[in-house]
């Protein structure tokens, strides 16, 4: 499109929406082109912001008719460059936030609809103030966004016990990409009349449909709860210990995650008031939660811990004593993310194997990548409860950031390798967006690659919604 074709076409979206929700100055759209890690900036004619599900219906009529590419988004906190436009300058916004209305609780059958801007720690405070709990636990949770996490079946730290965001996702209402209306609402638990299609819309990045509400699951709101953190020696005691927190906590263990020593030692460098958890440094740590609706969690995590001390697993551990430590623990363990940027480049990977064989994933993947670059910093953390390691490189320390960002692709191809002989995955919760749309193809079966292609064209025949993402 040239900018002759481009203008008037912004003037007829901005009369959908109206001028003060089509932003097209920098000042305004620049937070909604730029992705959290700053691997994209994107560009774009026009941010448009409906303020109704017949705006977004009225938005992709035009795009429709007009070929117009669409990039719906959340609260865009995604880390694959799925939710921000590209650098061509064609492809519209479409954000959701202002679809911000909670539409209904209902304690009695354990729902809440919801429509897609809702903030995810506010739909947090609307399951507690009806007593019941949402569970979907994650970093960005102050401002992703509920659409964005269902876009993209959102992981987070509570998958073990209570599932991805597909298992928490009752129903849902979608704008499809000619503009017509699925309203697929229902709050049922039992539903077996042919295609579960909602199923197709979760994941899918914004490629097959606009998300514009669900319905959620709600559940009880644990009694209890109590946290610690274990220091262990390696990996296979932290899957010794797993195996122990399951059998004496089964569904009520809620966390279980893994931090290499490196990642403690970044945050405590550069976090102000990060602690140390324990009092002599450890290889390996675990922070584990266990939430009860029934007996004491703390009496409970004890048990556990005794049990480990015992076996000799655990060398050391701290149960957190009140709300205030509980946070700070909890804390500790989402600011790894953020404290590898003090580090110099940081390359990434979001894998998963079968739990058995994280213990064999780490050891080799590390051995590899510093044998390929001597001096690299590989910072694993992330849910072992869920065979889930964020797996990333930190650069040698005073190498040159630039030149270790360009080996990128070659750490990728070394680490994912490994993954795909364990019989693993290259994007465990994190999504495919662009940043992985050419792997896709390369782990994936051809006929599995082949059915996602027939969905795509059956849903979006004119390819308008978030076009080169995940395909
Ligand atoms: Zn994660």
Request: hydrophobic content about 45%; glycine content about 12%; charged content about 20%.
């Given at each position: 499109m040239t900018a002759s074709e481009i203008l008037p076409l912004v003037d007829r979206f901005r009369a959908v929406v109206g001028a003060a929700n089509a932003l097209t100055e920098p000042a305004d759209t620049t937070r909604y082109l730029v992705e959290e890690r700053g691997l994209y900036f994107g560009r774009t004619p026009v941010v448009l912001r409906p303020g109704s599900v017949a705006e977004v219906q009225a938005i992709a009529r035009l795009a429709h008719e007009t070929g117009t590419p669409l990039v719906p988004q959340g609260g865009n906190t995604g880390l694959v460059g799925g939710g921000v436009p590209d650098e061509s300058g064609h492809e519209v916004v479409v954000s959701l936030e202002r679809l911000d209305r909670i539409r209904d609780v209902d304690p009695a059958g354990n729902t809440m609809t919801v429509e897609a801007g809702v903030v995810l720690d506010t739909v947090h405070r609307a399951a507690e103030e009806a007593d019941r709990l949402f569970p979907l636990t994650l970093g960005s949770q102050g401002s992703c966004r509920i659409g964005g996490n269902i876009s993209t079946n959102a992981g987070g730290t509570a998958v073990l016990a209570y599932g991805n965001t597909r298992d928490l996702v009752l129903?849902?209402?979608?704008?499809?990409?000619?503009?017509?209306?699925?309203?697929?609402?229902?709050?049922?638990?039992?539903?077996?009349?042919?295609?579960?299609?909602?199923?197709?819309?979760?994941?899918?990045?914004?490629?097959?449909?606009?998300?514009?509400?669900?319905?959620?699951?709600?559940?009880?709101?644990?009694?209890?709860?109590?946290?610690?953190?274990?220091?262990?020696a390696s990996p296979e005691a932290a899957l010794r210990l797993l195996a122990v927190a399951r059998n004496h906590a089964g569904p009520a263990l809620t966390g279980f995650e893994l931090i290499a020593r490196i990642g403690i030692e970044f945050a405590v460098r550069h976090i102000a008031g990060a602690r140390e958890p324990l009092g002599q440094p450890s290889p390996w740590y675990v922070l584990i939660e266990v939430s009860s609706g029934g007996g004491d969690a703390g009496t409970m995590l004890e048990a556990i811990l005794a049990e480990a001390f015992e076996s000799g697993d655990v060398d050391d551990a701290v149960i957190a004593s009140n709300l205030e430590q509980t946070a700070a623990f909890w804390r500790l363990r989402h600011d790894m993310s953020e404290v590898q940027k003090f580090e110099g480049g940081s390359i990434k990977h979001d894998i998963s194997v079968p739990v058995s064989l994280v213990p064999a994933f780490i050891e080799e993947a590390s051995a590899a990548v510093v044998a390929l670059l001597p001096g690299a910093r590989p910072v694993p953390f992330g849910h072992l409860g869920d065979g889930n390691i964020h797996y990333n490189v930190s650069q040698p320390v005073g190498a040159d950031k630039a030149a270790f960002l360009r080996r990128w692709g070659e750490v990728n191809a070394v680490v994912h390798g490994i993954v795909t002989r364990l019989g693993g995955s290259i994007s465990a919760e994190h999504g495919i967006g662009r940043l992985k749309r050419d792997l896709l193809a390369a782990v994936k079966d051809p006929v599995e690659m082949d059915m996602m292609r027939a969905i795509k064209a059956a849903l979006d025949p004119k390819g308008i919604l978030n076009p080169g993402r995940v395909l």
């Amino acid at each position: 499109m040239t900018a002759s074709e481009i203008l008037p076409l912004v003037d007829r979206f901005r009369a959908v929406v109206g001028a003060a929700n089509a932003l097209t100055e920098p000042a305004d759209t620049t937070r909604y082109l730029v992705e959290e890690r700053g691997l994209y900036f994107g560009r774009t004619p026009v941010v448009l912001r409906p303020g109704s599900v017949a705006e977004v219906q009225a938005i992709a009529r035009l795009a429709h008719e007009t070929g117009t590419p669409l990039v719906p988004q959340g609260g865009n906190t995604g880390l694959v460059g799925g939710g921000v436009p590209d650098e061509s300058g064609h492809e519209v916004v479409v954000s959701l936030e202002r679809l911000d209305r909670i539409r209904d609780v209902d304690p009695a059958g354990n729902t809440m609809t919801v429509e897609a801007g809702v903030v995810l720690d506010t739909v947090h405070r609307a399951a507690e103030e009806a007593d019941r709990l949402f569970p979907l636990t994650l970093g960005s949770q102050g401002s992703c966004r509920i659409g964005g996490n269902i876009s993209t079946n959102a992981g987070g730290t509570a998958v073990l016990a209570y599932g991805n965001t597909r298992d928490l996702v009752l129903g849902l209402e979608v704008v499809l990409a000619d503009g017509r209306l699925w309203n697929g609402l229902r709050r049922l638990r039992k539903d077996n009349t042919g295609y579960d299609l909602k199923h197709l819309f979760i994941g899918a990045e914004g490629t097959l449909g606009i998300i514009t509400a669900a319905v959620l699951k709600l559940l009880p709101r644990p009694k209890s709860v109590a946290v610690a953190y274990a220091g262990v020696a390696s990996p296979e005691a932290a899957l010794r210990l797993l195996a122990v927190a399951r059998n004496h906590a089964g569904p009520a263990l809620t966390g279980f995650e893994l931090i290499a020593r490196i990642g403690i030692e970044f945050a405590v460098r550069h976090i102000a008031g990060a602690r140390e958890p324990l009092g002599q440094p450890s290889p390996w740590y675990v922070l584990i939660e266990v939430s009860s609706g029934g007996g004491d969690a703390g009496t409970m995590l004890e048990a556990i811990l005794a049990e480990a001390f015992e076996s000799g697993d655990v060398d050391d551990a701290v149960i957190a004593s009140n709300l205030e430590q509980t946070a700070a623990f909890w804390r500790l363990r989402h600011d790894m993310s953020e404290v590898q940027k003090f580090e110099g480049g940081s390359i990434k990977h979001d894998i998963s194997v079968p739990v058995s064989l994280v213990p064999a994933f780490i050891e080799e993947a590390s051995a590899a990548v510093v044998a390929l670059l001597p001096g690299a910093r590989p910072v694993p953390f992330g849910h072992l409860g869920d065979g889930n390691i964020h797996y990333n490189v930190s650069q040698p320390v005073g190498a040159d950031k630039a030149a270790f960002l360009r080996r990128w692709g070659e750490v990728n191809a070394v680490v994912h390798g490994i993954v795909t002989r364990l019989g693993g995955s290259i994007s465990a919760e994190h999504g495919i967006g662009r940043l992985k749309r050419d792997l896709l193809a390369a782990v994936k079966d051809p006929v599995e690659m082949d059915m996602m292609r027939a969905i795509k064209a059956a849903l979006d025949p004119k390819g308008i919604l978030n076009p080169g993402r995940v395909l």
